[in-house]
T-cell receptor
Framework: DGGITQSPKYLFRKEGQNVTLSCEQNLNHDAMYWYRQDPGQGLRLIYYSQIVNDFQKGDIAEGYSVSREKKESFPLTVTSAQKNPTAFYLC???????????FGSGTRLTVV | AQKVTQAQTEISVVEKEDVTLDCVYETRDTTYYLFWYKQPPSGELVFLIRRNSFDEQNEISGRYSWNFQKSTSSFNFTITASQVVDSAVYFCALSEGGRNTDKLIFGTGTRLQVFP
């Protein structure tokens, strides 16, 4: 079945360490997105990519980095510069030929 | 700038009651899409509906219905005869530009609790 796979589901890291969240899709979607969700704040856009080898900053890109070397993959790195990284991270993808946006099941990152 | 407002933070109802979730949006584009998503406790977002800016017809899908009014920039969602399984956080979202690869802007969500 086609879909988006985010791994791992839960991630614990020590403060000051970089960590990379995986997002893979087999939907042949052109665009991919990373959102961060904090309690009571809805989803905020971190980065998005509409085509391979290109990506744009969202509203809260500081302290994060991404790459889009392959159409199916859009990993997100949470760097030590991100002041408050503990959150729920959701990856999504969409096709330029219509349909809705498909979301992964999320990664809950806890920094201790 | 584009913005989505969901003023209702939390709503509690008893099973079989009807409930309406409000969504107000701001955009300067004439071409845009509006969405509703459901987020159950598992965390994954479930797509419910997409509506483009040129289609103001109301839509009904089973117990769900949506009322899109451009004059008031609103896209409200009604659940008829609510059930416990409807308990979730519901998000309204906006995508400008008319392409399906434009970024989604979300409201802060409305938590719906349906009690038996």
């Amino acid at each position: 079945d086609g879909g988006i796979t985010q791994s791992p589901k839960y991630l614990f890291r020590k403060e000051g360490q970089n960590v990379t969240l995986s997002c893979e899709q087999n939907l042949n979607h052109d665009a991919m997105y990373w959102y961060r969700q904090d309690p009571g704040q809805g989803l905020r856009l971190i980065y998005y990519s509409q085509i391979v080898n290109d990506f744009q900053k969202g509203d809260i890109a500081e302290g994060y980095s991404v790459s889009r070397e392959k159409k199916e993959s859009f990993p997100l790195t949470v760097t030590s510069a991100q002041k408050n990284p503990t959150a729920f991270y959701l990856c999504a993808s969409s096709h330029d030929r219509g349909g809705g946006y498909t979301f992964g099941s999320g990664t809950r990152l806890t920094v201790v | 700038a584009q913005k989505v407002t969901q003023a209702q933070t939390e709503i509690s109802v008893v099973e079989k009651e009807d409930v309406t979730l409000d969504c107000v949006y701001e955009t300067r584009d004439t071409t845009y899409y509006l969405f509703w998503y459901k987020q159950p406790p598992s965390g994954e977002l479930v797509f419910l509906i997409r509506r483009n800016s040129f289609d103001e017809q109301n839509e009904i899908s089973g117990r769900y219905s949506w009322n899109f009014q451009k004059s008031t920039s609103s896209f409200n969602f009604t659940i008829t005869a609510s059930q416990v399984v409807d308990s979730a956080v519901y998000f309204c979202a906006l995508s400008e530009g008319g392409r399906n690869t434009d970024k989604l802007i979300f409201g802060t969500g409305t938590r719906l609790q349906v009690f038996p």
